[in-house]
């Protein structure tokens, strides 16, 4: 049976609140002859980021795959797959935030980064573990959810306050 694990939600919405937190005022305080392509630019932009927000894992009996989008791939990123019985162990490394990322090992030397931002973790964590028979309790999202939900209210109180601005603003004149 394929099961598909994608972007988590609070990933994208943090990513996203925050672009445009940060790019909605410009096509307004764009000069004159700049508006139309400050606006393509901030429409294309939005187009990327929810497009690189869009990866997502699959799994099945036979192997685990991760998927990027065609946008990703040009950026960088690069799928893979892996057969479960190709896996050697599961290793371990601290970030520099205090935190842990994981990486599949397989029986060729090959790392692969273990995605840590997927929907319905815990169910990921037991198909892994299920599937290669290594146990993997202590693995767990890469950042605390409550990150990712805090950079969304204080884009989105961000967003509130240039709209708020700019109403105050054209309603002053």
């Known amino acids: 049976m394929i099961e598909k694990f994608k972007t988590l939600f609070y990933v994208k ?11 909605i005022p410009i096509p307004f305080i764009s000069i004159d002859r700049l508006k139309i392509p400050s606006v393509i630019t901030f429409v ?4 990327l980021i929810i497009n690189i ?7 099945c009996n036979n192997k685990i795959s991760y998927k990027t989008s065609f946008i990703s791939k040009t950026l960088g ?29 397989t029986y060729q030397g090959d790392n ?18 299920k599937n290669t028979g290594i146990a ?21 109180l961000m967003i509130v306050g240039e709209f708020l601005t700019f109403i105050f603003k054209y309603y002053q004149y």
């Open 13 to 23: 919405s943090s990513l996203v609140s925050l672009y445009l937190a940060l790019t």
């Open 44 to 47: 294309l932009g939005l187009y």
């Open 53 to 59: 927000t869009s990866d997502y894992v699959e799994t």
């Open 77 to 105: 990123k690069k799928n893979w797959e892996i057969s479960w019985k190709d896996i050697r162990l599961i290793k371990s490394l601290p970030t520099s935030q205090g935190s842990k990322v994981y990486y599949f090992n």
């Open 112 to 129: 692969f980064l273990i995605p840590q931002r997927v929907e319905n973790f815990e169910k990921f964590v037991l198909i892994v573990s």
């Open 136 to 156: 993997i309790n202590e693995m767990s999202y890469i950042s605390p959810l409550w990150t990712y939900k805090l950079l969304t209210v204080m884009s989105s």
